[in-house]
């Protein structure tokens, strides 16, 4: 069955300290793998995603991700958290088997602690 | 980049009434669009998948004689939330699939029925 597990249903982070959140998926085919945010009322802005090539993606606002196909896991990661970033983060998958329809994970809250 | 409109933001109806939410691309085509509904702290559920020109694609479960979907042109899709009720207060997404497989989403629509 294909699915998204975001085990962190929230997770409590020190202003500038680094920061990975955690993102295993099970699908049949070759996965596209995607990062959403969504701030407070506000849409969900994709903060990166991965097709294909290097496994290491940079995205938006100094994040990054990394694919490990061996692990099936795609965990975002960031050096340095700012106030700012705290939000729900999801994690997705789509591709040819789900046509082209998202699988969503139920999200992580990022709190951010002064 | 990419633009996802919604309208209204937020609307309040009373039991028994229909309110339609639209969905526009802003500076792009989108011959699909998905319609969520994301419940408090939950992830994103699919209610449907919208193509242009073509009957929508309803997910098990979702009533489409209640929520009506109309794709008329590539850049606006509508949500009739049909003879609403209380049950139905919730936040609609909508998202626009763009080439290379990525979907932009709208600011939600926040759902009260009164």
């Known amino acids: 069955a294909q699915s998204v597990t975001q085990p962190d249903i929230h997770i409590t982070v020190s202003e500038g300290a680094s920061l990975e959140l955690r993102c295993n998926y099970s699908y049949g085919a070759t996965p596209y793998l995607f990062w959403y945010v969504q701030s407070p009322g506000q849409g969900l802005q994709l903060l990166l995603k991965?097709?294909?090539?290097d496994t290491l993606v940079q995205g938006i606002k100094g994040f990054e991700a990394e694919f490990k196909r061996s692990q099936s896991s795609f965990n975002l990661r960031k050096p340095s958290v700012h106030w700012s970033d705290a939000a729900e983060y999801f994690c997705?998958?789509?591709?040819?088997?789900?046509?082209?329809?998202?699988?969503w994970g139920a999200g992580t809250k990022l709190i951010i602690k002064p | 980049g990419a633009v996802v409109s919604q309208h209204p933001s937020w609307v309040i109806c009373k039991s028994g009434t229909s309110v339609k939410i639209e969905c526009r691309s802003l500076d792009f085509q989108a011959t699909t669009m998905f319609w969520y509904r994301q419940f408090p702290k939950q992830s994103l559920m699919l209610m449907a998948t919208s193509n242009e020109g073509s009957k929508a694609t309803y997910e098990q479960g979702v009533e489409k004689d209640k929520f009506l979907i109309n794709h008329a042109s590539l850049t606006l899709s509508t949500l009739t939330v049909t003879s609403a009720h209380p049950e139905d207060s919730s936040f609609y997404i909508c998202s626009a699939k763009f080439p290379a497989y990525e979907q932009y989403f709208g600011p939600g629509t926040r759902l009260t029925v009164t």
């Open positions: 991965y097709f294909s090539g």
């Open positions: 997705a998958v789509g591709g040819m088997d789900s046509n082209y329809q998202l699988i």
